[in-house]
């Protein structure tokens, strides 16, 4: 008995680096905890590359069509799916800002969610709680907002390292909020040693962001430098001395602080007294010396070799081709596809987190009981091109492939190419319509509850009373 339990019992750990409910992972203190997030933000609303980056990211996924997949052909499983899709179109917020505010994953490593939970009485109720569109008294999700990652405080973890919830402080009265895992979902770039916090995709582009910003700085100082001049001053060698009284070293100072405050602007101007020395010559003058020749370096080219490392990092150097007078088409092709493959992986991530935690959960407080869920499924991220898809299919017909006649597939092709789809109408010609927009993903009415779908009434209400007290 004794080795029976011990075969259940978890002996080791993931060997997550924390203390206190707070993360360590990171070697460089820069990038740990607060100061992390504030990094990452300053990386994504001030550098123009990683911005650059980033909207095309949020753009390309937005435009990702998104279905929810029944389990079988089976009536029950196809009114479960298409209570799914209710539900996603039942949210106070549309699915696709909800992907978007997914994907601050990809900034700051994670992306915490708590799912909020309504009861679908109808449109006209009064409390959010229960207002729908949809009034068959089922419980559907009202909102999935995120907790946003500057609010995060510190964890919570169970003995053998699992992740139990994530304690926040956010305006406007800062108190702690305990969000149990259990009532929330958790976005991840990686789960490495299940590290709550993921890993930021900017993680690798951080060391030639930080010399990249440093060099721009510098730049601009040497510009407004070359522009206004090196500022000299000269002064009465006395002022200078350093037993020299207090009230000409307090002088001597307040010049000092004069020339490195410079700056040619509207205020611009300078007062010295005008003292000459036994030889007619003033004793305090100020000049500006021009600064002659080229520089060593091409700073523009330093910067455009870390701006490059920079795109490089998340594969998403294909922006910055055509900014120089190289880079191909098939090159093009080539990094644009392996984008595409990374960007598939974190829609993988997102689709995985719905189908094994929300769904499931959705259909237990509503007490369903069906031996197989459906699934969120998400469409293409882009379509092929046309000559290369036509080119394939001159291949098969040409080794004697039948392809046609095939509605299915013709319809399939002309929704490629954003052409209309040709259907039979009652009389047995063919007709044309326009294409239908694939579903993002919900259908405009809900079924009502079918009998054949088994629900247990108390149950569902034990759930959810249980889930309002977590």
Wanted: proline share 6%.
């Amino acid at each position: 008995m004794a080795s029976d339990k011990g075969l259940f019992r978890e002996a080791g750990s993931t060997g997550l680096r924390r203390s206190n409910g707070y993360v360590y992972e990171e070697f460089l203190p820069q990038l740990q905890g607060y100061r992390a997030i504030q990094t990452y933000r300053e990386m994504r609303d001030n550098d123009p590359v990683v911005g650059a980056i980033l909207y095309a990211i949020d753009k390309l996924v937005r435009q990702v069509s998104w279905r929810v997949q029944p389990a079988s052909s089976a009536q029950e499983d196809e009114r479960a799916a298409k209570f799914v899709e209710s539900c996603l179109q039942d949210m106070s917020t549309s699915w696709e800002d909800l992907v978007s505010e997914i994907l601050s994953m990809l900034t700051y490593g994670f992306s915490y969610h708590e799912i909020v939970y309504k009861k679908r009485i109808g449109p006209d109720t009064e409390s959010s709680e229960t207002r729908s569109k949809y009034t068959d008294g089922l419980i559907g999700w009202r909102k999935i907002p995120i907790r946003a990652q500057d609010t995060r405080q510190y964890w919570e973890f169970d003995d053998a390292g699992g992740i139990t919830a994530m304690v926040q402080s956010s305006p406007p009265d800062f108190t702690l909020k305990t969000i149990p895992i259990g009532k929330a979902l958790l976005f991840r770039t990686t789960s490495d040693k299940n590290n709550p916090e993921g890993r930021s995709i900017l993680r690798n582009a951080y060391r030639p962001w930080y010399f990249k910003r440093r060099i721009e700085e510098i730049e601009a100082i040497g510009v407004e430098r070359d522009l206004a001049g090196f500022p000299v001053m000269y002064v009465d060698p006395d002022i200078m001395r350093t037993d020299a009284p207090a009230v000409q070293q307090a002088i001597y100072e307040d010049y000092k602080s004069a020339i490195r405050n410079i700056r040619r602007d509207q205020q611009e101007g300078m007062i010295l007294p005008a003292i000459y020395d036994d030889k007619n010559n003033l004793m305090y003058r100020m000049e500006l010396i021009s600064a002659g020749g080229n520089r060593t370096f091409d700073t523009n080219t330093i910067i455009t070799r870390y701006d490059q490392r920079i795109a490089t990092s998340v594969l998403a150097d294909f922006i910055l081709l055509g900014q120089a007078a190289n880079g191909s088409y098939a090159l093009s092709s080539d990094k644009t596809n392996l984008f595409s493959i990374s960007l598939r992986c974190w829609l993988e991530s997102i689709r995985s987190v719905f189908n094994e935690h929300a769904i499931p959960r959705l259909f237990k407080v509503n007490g369903f009981q069906l031996k197989k869920l459906p699934t969120l499924e998400y469409g293409d991220i882009e379509s092929p091109p046309l000559g290369e898809l036509g080119n394939y299919i001159q291949v098969l017909a040409g080794s004697g492939v039948p392809l046609f006649p095939d509605d299915a597939l013709e319809n399939h092709l002309r929704a490629i190419a954003k052409l209309p789809e040709k259907r039979q109408n009652a009389k047995g010609d063919m007709a044309t319509q326009q294409p239908q927009a694939q579903p993002k993903p919900a259908q405009k009415e809900a079924p009502a509850q079918e009998p054949s779908v088994t629900t247990n009434p108390e149950n569902m209400e034990k759930i959810a009373q249980e889930l309002s007290e977590e």
